[in-house]
């Protein structure tokens, strides 16, 4: 894990911000990552994977996000696609698949629609079967990673259940259109995907379809929701560093920052959001590990504590060093808008707290 980290940072340089201004990651960092194995840290060594624990990849999840969120969401696409293949996969879409998106192929996941945000059971877009192929209609928004994939994993109806379909990027019927502007993690690649009667091979069916639409989302999210809790760890390690310089090495009033008891104050708050949120998700990673009865409340406790805190220490790290930071390009700048998205993402607060809230009063 160490050299995997030392090798992203090395790869990322101080690029981060540039590429967060261009709205784009150079194609050749996400294929050299992804052909190393980085962006499917846990894919077994019988595809071709690392073979990392959730808690190592989660580690080194924390890092690449504390460099860059928008690498760092393409990672967790790119994980969530393996997971889903290697959850929902039959063993031969396992061992065509996984192979190729531990050595270069990029994936991501499709699953909202302009009426199917938080409420995926509304999920429009269909399969059909005729004879041996399917067809697949419908429009998916904000796929992250979308730029960037080989191909999409597409949740869709199939009569009264559901299936995820493999669709390669260059298939007939298949259109890509870039989202415009997004507040933050603004070269993670989010795209809609346009799919108009894209006819496949009937294996395109990940374990055959016909799977309950719910399961097919849960089994996807769990993935997404510990890896994005663990960039938020990365965010808030960024934002500390970034506000203990700033307030050690900038004197107002005769004294370093530091020493104000406000701003430290602030720092107190804001290592205070780190440590939180690094203990929430390694408690969730144990239990991933595990496969602990807890893994489905720890996994969402982790992604709601991560993600709230993330976005309220990034507010507090551009206070800290307020105008220094105050200009697009800045580290806390960047964090600050990114770490607002993620709490919209993979389960937005209230759909999190929805959920705990079920558990808390399930509870005898
Ligand atoms: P809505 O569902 O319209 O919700 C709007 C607000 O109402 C939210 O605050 C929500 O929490 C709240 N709300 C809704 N229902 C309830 C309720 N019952 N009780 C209380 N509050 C409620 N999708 C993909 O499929 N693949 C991706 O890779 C992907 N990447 C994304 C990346 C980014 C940066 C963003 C912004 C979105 C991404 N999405 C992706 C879409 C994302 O999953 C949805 O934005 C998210 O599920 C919320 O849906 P929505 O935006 O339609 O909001």
Redesign the pocket.
């Known amino acids: 894990v160490a050299a995997a980290a030392a090798a992203v940072t090395e790869l990322v340089g101080d690029r981060a911000s540039g590429w967060d201004r261009a709205g784009r990651l150079p194609e050749d960092v996400v294929r050299e990552l992804g052909a190393a194995g980085h962006l499917t840290a846990q894919v077994p060594a019988r595809y071709g994977g690392p073979g990392w624990s959730s808690a190592d990849s989660g580690e080194f999840t924390a890092h690449v996000g504390s460099l860059c969120s928008s690498l760092r969401s393409v990672m967790t696409?790119q994980g969530m696609a393996a997971w889903t293949v290697e959850r929902l996969g039959d063993p031969d879409q396992a061992s065509d698949l996984l192979p190729r998106l531990t050595s270069g192929d990029t994936a991501?996941?499709?699953?909202?629609e302009p009426q199917a945000?938080?409420?995926l059971s509304a999920i429009a877009t269909s399969v059909t079967v005729d004879g041996d192929t399917l067809s697949l209609t419908g429009r998916?928004k904000?796929?992250?990673?979308a730029e960037y994939a080989d191909l999409f994993l597409v949740a869709a109806r199939m009569g009264e259940d559901g299936a995820v379909v493999v669709v390669p990027r260059n298939a007939p019927g298949v259109q890509v259109r870039p989202v415009p502007d997004?507040l933050?993690?603004r070269a993670?690649g989010?795209a809609e995907v346009l799919l108009d009667d894209v006819r496949l091979p009937l294996d395109s069916l990940l374990g055959g379809g016909r799977q309950p639409l719910s399961l097919l989302v849960t089994t996807a999210l769990a993935y997404g929701r510990i890896s994005v809790a663990w960039g938020c760890a990365g965010i808030l390690r960024a934002c500390v560093s970034a506000a203990v310089g700033h307030a050690r090495s900038r004197h107002q009033f005769g004294r370093p920052l530091g020493q104000h008891q406000l701003v430290a104050r602030h720092l107190a708050d804001l290592w205070t959001a780190e440590q939180v949120a690094t203990r929430a998700c390694e408690y969730a990673s144990r239990c991933w590990d595990e496969n602990a009865p807890d893994l489905v409340t720890a996994v969402v406790l982790a992604k709601y504590v991560s993600a709230g805190h993330a976005a309220r220490g990034a507010a507090t790290a551009v206070q800290v060093l307020a105008s220094a930071g105050a200009r697009d390009g800045h580290l806390v700048a960047r964090a600050y808008r990114d770490a607002k998205?993620m709490e919209?993402?993979?389960?937005?607060?209230?759909?999190c707290q929805?959920i705990l809230a079920d558990h808390a009063l399930s509870r005898r």
């Open positions: 696409s991501a996941v499709a699953f909202s945000g938080s409420d998916k904000w796929v992250t990673a997004p933050g993690c993670a989010h998205l919209i993402i993979e389960g937005s607060d209230e759909m929805l």
